[in-house]
């Protein structure tokens, strides 16, 4: 089983709405190292772009596009120019990128065609690509940069949108810069771990 840490799997179980009534888990029966059965993780495209779309609408319905709204005593938009990422901010709901063709291999045996699409068709055709839940993705972004309830996001949260290729101690490989490079190749590396288990903890 993929060992993920506690607030993913807990964003996964409000964020999706996966269950109607929750109760709390006891201490004895708790599993530190099944939080999500390998079955549910690697699940490919368990959610439509239509779904995912839906999802991210309902979670920003409005995106303070132009930093209008107040922050520490000015603007987001004054405050955001300071420390160089002037508006507009582009919520993930309203993202689109070009996307450079992948072609299948190893670990993501599916290819991925080339085109301007929005983040949910990126978030689905990796899902498919590479065999992982799309829950599992967004649950990813929202951990790694708050993408998915984010209102203002800045251009740095989505280009490590991720956090693959982004180490605590340095700037993010430019290799894996941007959304979807970001979002693939983390799908792609949780094939790795469960392909080649003897490389990783």
Request: with cysteine; hydrophobic share 35%.
């Given at each position: 089983t993929l060992l993920l840490v506690i607030l993913p799997a807990l964003i996964i179980v409000g964020m999706m709405g996966l269950t109607r009534h929750t109760s709390a888990l006891s201490g004895s029966t708790f599993q530190p190292g099944r939080i999500i059965d390998d079955g549910l993780f690697y699940r490919s495209g368990d959610m439509s772009v239509t779904e995912i779309q839906n999802f991210l609408n309902a979670k920003v319905p409005v995106c303070d596009t132009a930093g209008t709204k107040p922050y520490a005593g000015t603007t987001r938009a004054a405050y955001s120019i300071s420390r160089g990422y002037p508006p507009p901010f582009i919520?993930?709901?309203d993202y689109t990128a070009?996307?450079?063709a992948m072609a299948a291999d190893t670990y993501c045996t599916g290819g991925?065609?080339?085109g301007l699409k929005t983040s949910a068709q990126i978030i689905r055709e990796v899902s498919v690509a590479c065999?992982?839940?799309s829950k599992v993705l967004l649950v990813l972004l929202q951990k790694e940069q708050i993408l998915v309830t984010d209102d203002w996001p800045w251009p740095n949260?989505?280009?490590a949108?991720?956090?693959y290729g982004c180490p605590d101690t340095s700037s993010c490989d430019p290799s894996f810069v941007g959304f979807f490079?970001?979002?693939?190749?983390?799908?792609?590396q949780y094939q790795r771990y469960d392909k080649q288990p003897q490389l990783f903890n």
């Open positions: 919520c993930l709901k070009s996307v450079s991925i065609s080339a065999n992982i839940s949260q989505t280009n949108a991720t956090g490079n970001q979002v693939y190749y983390a799908a792609r």
